[in-house]
Nanobody, 116 residues
Framework: QVQLVESGGGLVQPGGSLRLSCTASGFPFSKYAMNWYRQAPGKEREFVAGMPSSGGNSNYADSVNGRFTISRDNTKNTVYLQMNMLKPEDTAVYYC?????????WGQGTQVTVSS
């Protein structure tokens, strides 16, 4: 079955950086687009960034464009999210997501807290 394991979250000050990782298994990773979503307290989950299987043109939510970068290493079945210039409003649980099979498959999430 599909497994997505996120890591790299934590507490960071405003303006700081974090890199999230998501290691995948249970599906042909190199053939699927990978995505990051997030859910802030009291809010719905929202799309953050996505990258096609080939690693070509990525797309980003307006709120993170220019600060976050998604990348992938198909030899390691891993997708990354480099987050720079973090803001308090980036505080959320971040999820790795792949659209495989009957619908989206989600990891367990990793908490990112941006606070001084």
């Amino acid at each position: 079955q599909v497994q997505l394991v996120e890591s790299g979250g934590g507490l960071v000050q405003p303006g700081g950086s974090l890199r999230l990782s998501c290691t995948a298994s249970g599906f042909p990773f190199s053939k699927y687009a990978m995505n990051w979503y997030r859910q802030a307290p009291g809010k719905e989950r929202e799309f953050v960034a996505g990258m096609p299987s080939s690693g070509g043109n990525s797309n980003y939510a307006d709120s993170v464009n220019g600060r976050f970068t998604i990348s992938r290493d198909n030899t390691k079945n891993t997708v990354y999210l480099q987050m720079n210039m973090l803001k308090p409003e980036d505080t959320a649980v971040y999820y790795c997501v792949v659209y495989y099979g009957v619908g989206p498959q989600w990891g367990q999430g990793t908490q990112v807290t941006v606070s001084s």
